[in-house]
């Protein structure tokens, strides 16, 4: 089955802790992408990679970094400088050549700061 | 840049037509894109128009694109309550990579 896998699925940090997301697709997809959600706020866009080994900075891209070593493989890290992190974090991936960009998002990981 | 809106409550009950509204900024975006999120999972695309066109029906679903008033519906006919979800709308404002801008998503609750 092809699709996308986000682990955990929860995550529960101590304040002043690194913790990564993980989030690797087999849809053979060159672009991935990171979003925060917030209740009534919708989807906001961390970082987004459109081929291995380059990553630019979405709209909340400050206390995050991410990495992009494998065509498959795009993990989160939610540093200890991101004020507010408690959230539910989903990775997407689309074909970089569609025209139309469907996003297919794994099913999430729900991070908590204790 | 783009921003889209949304209403974020919607209730019917199990039969009737939902129709869930939106509202975009950027009269560039070429595409147009409706989520569906069920609780505690990841989103789906339910269904996409292009900019050039109108309306676009899909089994029980029909989407309405107002251009001019920059305005996009979402109708479900015969709503069950398997439709009990959040759906999203969201943009793709254009130029440049294939950014999607996400409204603030929709509850919608179907009762029995």
């Known amino acids: 089955d092809g699709g996308i896998t986000q682990s955990p699925k929860y995550l529960f940090r101590k304040e002043g802790q690194n913790v990564t997301l993980s989030c690797e697709q087999n849809l053979n997809h060159d672009a991935m992408y990171w979003y925060r959600q917030d209740p009534g706020q919708g989807l906001r866009l961390i970082y987004y990679s459109q081929i291995v080994n380059d990553f630019q900075k979405g709209d909340i891209a400050e206390g995050y970094s991410v990495s992009r070593e494998k065509k498959e493989s795009f993990p989160l890290t939610v540093t200890s400088a991101q004020k507010n992190p408690t959230a539910f974090y989903l990775c997407a991936s689309s074909r970089a050549e569609s025209s139309y960009n469907e996003q297919f998002f794994g099913p999430g990981t729900r991070l908590t700061v204790l | 840049g783009e921003d889209v809106e949304q209403s974020l409550f919607l209730s019917v009950r199990e039969g009737d037509s939902s129709v869930i509204n939106c509202t975009y900024t950027?009269?560039?975006?070429?595409?147009l894109y409706w989520y569906k999120q069920e609780p505690g999972a990841g989103l789906q695309l339910l269904t996409y128009i292009f900019s050039n066109m109108d309306m676009k029906q899909d089994q029980r679903l029909t989407v309405l694109l107002n251009k001019k008033d920059k305005h996009l519906s979402l109708r479900i006919a015969d709503t069950q309550t398997g439709d009990s979800a959040i759906y999203f709308c969201?943009?793709?404002?254009?130029?440049?990579?294939?950014?999607?801008?996400f409204g603030t998503g929709t509850r919608l609750l179907v009762s029995p």
């Open positions: 969201a943009g793709r404002p254009g130029g440049g990579f294939q950014k999607l801008v």
């Open positions: 950027d009269s560039s975006s070429t595409y």
